[in-house]
């Protein structure tokens, strides 16, 4: 049997359950208000460590990627998957209409190896590249 969040949240009192959708808002308003990635870790409360054990990584190299101002998208997503979130793209017109590309996710595109796929299309400068702060 599947236990659902409802189950386990049923078990807490009613002012335990408003006490940790309290928290749940405050996690979420510091992961939205990051801007920086080392911000969005520590909102989730997680360690350099436990990053790079996720990601099969030194805690080196997530010291050295948290401070890069540009990050590759592939490298952004197993970021922020290591941290259980998945990444996600939209585009925001000039009157501010936000438009999620849901199911455009380059970085996950295993047909094509990305040294060949590089080769074949000559992008522009930064093209596949996040700029962070």
Same mark, same amino acid.
């Given at each position: 049997?599947?236990?659902?969040?409802?189950?386990?949240?049923?078990? /807490?009192?009613?002012?335990?359950? +408003?006490?940790?959708?309290?928290?749940?808002?405050?996690?979420?308003?510091?992961?939205?208000?990051?801007?920086?990635?080392?911000?969005?870790?520590?909102?989730? +409360?997680?360690?350099?460590?436990?990053?790079?054990?996720?990601?099969?990584?030194?805690?080196?190299?997530?010291?050295? @990627?948290? +401070?890069?101002?540009?990050?590759?998208?592939?490298?952004?997503?197993?970021?922020?998957?290591?941290?259980? /979130?998945?990444?996600? @793209?939209?585009?925001?017109?000039?009157?501010?209409?936000?438009?999620?590309?849901?199911? /455009?996710?380059?970085?996950?595109?295993?047909?094509?190896?990305?040294?060949?796929?590089?080769?074949?299309? +000559?992008?522009?400068?930064?093209?596949?590249?996040?700029?962070?702060?």
């Amino acid at each position: 049997m599947t236990t659902t969040l409802s189950d386990v949240m049923a078990e /807490f009192s009613e002012e335990d359950r +408003k006490d940790i959708r309290k928290r749940s808002r405050a996690h979420i308003k510091a992961v939205e208000d990051a801007r920086k990635l080392d911000e969005i870790r520590r909102a989730v +409360k997680m360690s350099q460590g436990a990053i790079a054990s996720a990601m099969g990584i030194g805690q080196n190299a997530v010291s050295q @990627l948290e +401070k890069r101002r540009d990050v590759q998208l592939s490298t952004l997503s197993r970021y922020v998957e290591s941290m259980g /979130f998945h990444l996600e @793209l939209a585009i925001v017109s000039r009157s501010g209409e936000r438009v999620s590309l849901k199911n /455009f996710k380059p970085w996950q595109d295993a047909t094509v190896p990305i040294a060949k796929a590089a080769r074949a299309v +000559k992008a522009p400068a930064g093209s596949s590249r996040l700029k962070l702060g």
